[in-house]
């Protein structure tokens, strides 16, 4: 096994039912697989899930300080910790703070029968 951080994860990997999420929230996922680890995070809307890796595009830094903080107070939006980076929830595109003009790496997740699998 390497230690290596990956930015893929294969599809067809069950994360756990839709449940596991809260709607509005968020929720961090560590992946360990032969060829490294694999760091992201899901944020729920209803049935609907969007899925990132978790790395700020400004300093390279996981995005939360705290375990599935990923999200602004509100809940509408995702917000690096570290620096106020400021993301849209639907398609990672910066819209404030250090990173303008980035966006968030996707990892692509889906709901199947009610469970969140990697897509």
């Not at 449940?19 to 694999?38: H, K, P, S, W, Y």
Request: glycine share 16%.
């Amino acid at each position: 096994m390497s230690d290596e951080r990956l930015t893929t994860t294969p599809a067809g990997i069950a994360l756990g039912p839709l449940e596991t999420i809260g709607d509005g929230a968020a929720r961090n996922f560590v992946l360990q697989m032969r060829a490294g680890r694999f760091h992201g995070f899901v944020v729920r809307r209803g049935g609907t899930v969007h899925g990132y890796v978790d790395r700020c595009p400004h300093m390279g830094l996981p995005l939360a300080q705290e375990l599935d903080a990923y999200l602004t107070p509100g809940g509408d939006r995702i917000a690096c910790s570290w620096h106020g980076a400021i993301f849209a929830v639907e398609d990672g595109a910066c819209l404030g703070g250090p990173c303008a003009g980035q966006r968030l790496t996707p990892w692509p997740v889906t709901v199947r029968d009610g469970t969140i699998v990697t897509a």
